[in-house]
């Protein structure tokens, strides 16, 4: 069950939200397998049990049926919520255990895992209490690595003023995991482009200048640049004999329009 928002003050925001890893189910689930396993092969073996029988095997494949129900709705009743303040553990079927412990607080959060933990990639987390000789303990934790890390750097953005990591999209709050799924398609193969927590993004690359692009000569004014060589050759001789006076402005002018007129 989700942690509900009544339990949030107005500045305070819920940053993940966890439930236990699957060993909590594992005792009862494998016990009933067991069980159920053993009532077949008995049935099997003995051909024509009498009719009595059936009680006391409906019994048997119940209990521990019975038992791996009950302790379903326990791990689903379990909540370990982080906020931008405190961590709260909420916890019960019927009633309703609720503890709450404030960033601020906390002085060491430690892990402690067995062998098979580490193969399943669960632990338990001991978080150690300023002021309290008593931890406390959440239990069946999954990836605990990377909630220390997350709790951490949460603790360090309130104390130390730093910056806070990342929430992996498996501990977002219960709420929010379609959503982000949804917006971001990265999250169905866990491949992201972020650096990890701590590296600086390098700047993009300034993209080069573009060239202007070449500006056409105006019709009746080409640039000088832009004329045959032999025409603007033949412009230039022009242009001396009307400045020595051999040729008249009309002149110069009709044989400047002959010559532009050819390209």
């Known amino acids: 069950m989700a942690l509900p928002r009544k339990f949030l ?38 051909r024509n049990p009498p009719g009595w029988t059936n009680y006391p095997f409906l019994i048997l494949a119940l209990i521990p049926a ?29 009633g309703r255990d609720t503890v709450q412990l404030r960033l601020q607080r906390i002085t060491e959060v430690n892990i402690r895992q067995e062998l098979i933990e580490r193969l399943l990639g669960t632990g338990s987390l001991v978080i150690d209490v300023q002021g309290e000789d008593d931890s406390l303990t959440l239990e069946y934790m999954r990836k605990p690595a990377i909630v220390q890390r997350v709790i951490n750097s ?19 709050p219960f709420d ?20 990890p927590f701590g590296v600086t993004t390098p700047p993009a690359p300034t993209p080069a200048p573009t060239p202007p692009a070449p500006t056409a000569p105006a019709p009746g004014g ?33 044989k400047k329009s002959e010559l532009l007129h050819r390209i």
């Open 9 to 46: 003050n107005d500045d305070e925001e819920l940053l993940a939200e966890l439930r236990p890893h699957w060993i909590f189910l594992f005792g009862p689930l494998f016990t009933s397998i067991g069980v159920w396993v053993a009532i077949i092969a008995i049935v099997i073996v003995w």
């Open 66 to 94: 019975l038992w791996l129900l009950g302790r379903f709705v326990r791990w689903r009743s379990y909540d370990v919520a982080l906020t931008s303040t405190r961590i709260l553990v909420r916890q019960g079927i019927l």
């Open 154 to 172: 949460q603790i360090n953005e309130i104390v130390g003023g730093g910056q806070r990591e990342a929430i992996p999209h498996d501990m977002l």
């Open 176 to 195: 929010q995991r379609g959503a982000a799924r949804r917006t971001d398609p990265r999250a169905e193969t866990g491949q992201y482009d972020t650096p």
């Open 222 to 254: 080409p640039s000088t640049g832009a004329l045959p060589f032999e025409i603007r050759d033949r412009l230039i001789e022009l242009d001396d004999l009307r400045k020595r006076g051999i040729l008249s402005e009309e002149e110069f002018a009709a």
